[in-house]
């Protein structure tokens, strides 16, 4: 009977706005069961099916902890699939590294980098031997695949995600039922990083005038478009296929 079908869990980090709260509304709009990770509960997104941890992801070793424990109490049975999507991230101040205070730089590694291993390795030990699909989206960017000055470490987080994604789709290839894992760059998106990008001072940040123009141009994908993108890319037979992959891949 179609009311006892057992749902898709995903797990959404940064689901507060932007992407990962767009991605959250879809989700839910389509029956999954959804845990968001963020600093603050997603707005407007009230459901039976919704479970918000309240969290700082520059602590990732809580939320890790937290994630595994409750994964490991609900068992391999409860779930059709489960999926975990690595969305947040923070861009440090925009100028040359040098100019960027340690604290903005330790922040942004934490949760661009630390915080996605660390959920990804508690995920993946919790549900190892499940018999169901398991998938790993981490968020990446062009900007892993292309250095751009002024965002030094948002750069090396990026990239880190694209090389980790790399390193353990070997690693589950070689494990019976392994997880399917992407590190997948969502395209240009109007949020506010854009927002912060085009604001930045351009005597530090000297790109600014490109992301001016993108969005003068209307080359900004909205958050909704770029999750039903994602998602897409999520629900693919041969996702994991390519470790590091474009929404715009064909």
Known sequence: MLGTMKPTLSVVTGASRGLGHAVAVQLLAR??????VSRRAPAGLSSPQLLHWDA??????????????????????????????NNAGVIAELAPMGDVGDAELTNAVRVGLEAPMRL????????????????????????????????????AAKAGLDHLARALALEEAARPGGARIVSLAPGVIDTDM?????????????????FIGLQAGGQLDSPAAAAA???DYLD???????????VRDP
Not at 195 to 210: I, K, N
């Open 31 to 36: 029956g999954e069961r959804l845990i968001t």
């Open 56 to 85: 700082d992801l520059a602590d990732a070793g809580a939320v890790a902890r937290r994630l595994h424990d409750w994964l490991a109490a609900q068992g391999p049975q409860a779930f059709a699939a489960v999926n975990l999507i």
């Open 120 to 155: 990804t390795a508690a995920f993946l030990r919790a549900t190892r031997g499940w018999p169901v699909p398991r998938k790993v989206l981490l968020v990446s960017s062009g900007l892993g695949r292309r250095a751009m000055a002024g965002s030094a470490s948002y750069c």
């Open 194 to 210: 854009q927002v912060q990008l085009r604001s930045a001072d351009p005597q530090a940040f000297p790109e600014r005038e490109r």
């Open 229 to 231: 993108r994602l998602i």
């Open 236 to 246: 693919r037979a041969d996702f994991g296929a390519n470790p590091v992959a474009d």
